[in-house]
């Protein structure tokens, strides 16, 4: 089996598309990968640099907290946080973060992320977009039905006047007018149930 080297880790880490990090309990960052860098607009030679002045402390802090509550678990921790690109532009990962202790026994704090802006932008989009179905759906059933109601029961109104029954011609346009409203009302009942369901 191959001894891993420096060179081949930098190599395996730098061509990744996840952004990977170390940092130390203080919060300085202490490894960052190239999506990282690239990520936040650092020069590709920093080695190290603290959370506190690469973010703005409302987020800092954040990352800080889950920092320690890996520390204090032990163990990996899933969990979504909000950061800051180059541009000034949120976005929102899902993350890793794992405990790790260098080979001085320092404690330090592992991560991987990946970008979930444009997923959690669709998402939302889908969340509109069956809102507005639904809106549809109660307007058909709710706003277009109700004239539909009135044809219905004008028709009836009509049908029952005794001097327009005994006409032929009125009666089967009356008849036809009537079927034409009860298939439209049964159209709309079978929308808003697939748009309920």
């Not at 999506?35 to 802090?61: C, M, Q, R």
């Not at 163990?75 to 890793?96: A, C, H, M, Q």
């Not at 709710?142 to 219905?152: F, G």
Request: aromatic share 8%; hydrophobic share 40%; with cysteine.
């Amino acid at each position: 089996m191959p001894v891993i080297n420096h060179d081949w880790f930098d190599t395996f880490i730098n061509n990744s598309p996840a952004i990977a990090w170390l940092t130390d309990e203080e919060g300085n960052l202490v490894m960052m990968n190239d999506v990282f860098k690239e990520l936040v607009g650092l020069e590709k030679e920093t080695t190290t640099i603290s959370i506190w002045k690469l973010f703005p402390e409302e987020f800092a802090s954040v990352y800080h907290q889950n920092n320690m509550e890996v520390l204090r678990i032990n163990e990996t921790l899933r969990t979504e946080e909000i950061s800051i690109d180059k541009f000034g532009n949120k976005r929102i990962f899902i993350v890793y973060k794992f405990p790790v202790t260098a080979s001085d026994n320092k404690r330090l704090i592992g991560g991987w992320s990946i970008d979930l802006t444009e997923q959690k932008a669709a998402e939302q989009k889908i969340i509109e977009h069956t809102e507005r179905l639904k809106e549809i759906a109660f307007l058909q059933s709710h706003e277009v039905r109700r004239p539909l109601s009135n044809i219905l029961s004008i028709v009836e109104l009509i049908q029952e006047e005794g001097e327009l029954k005994d006409n032929d011609k009125c009666s089967f346009l009356l008849d036809y007018l009537k079927g034409c409203a009860e298939e439209l009302d049964d159209i709309i009942k079978k929308i808003t149930k697939k748009a309920n369901a």
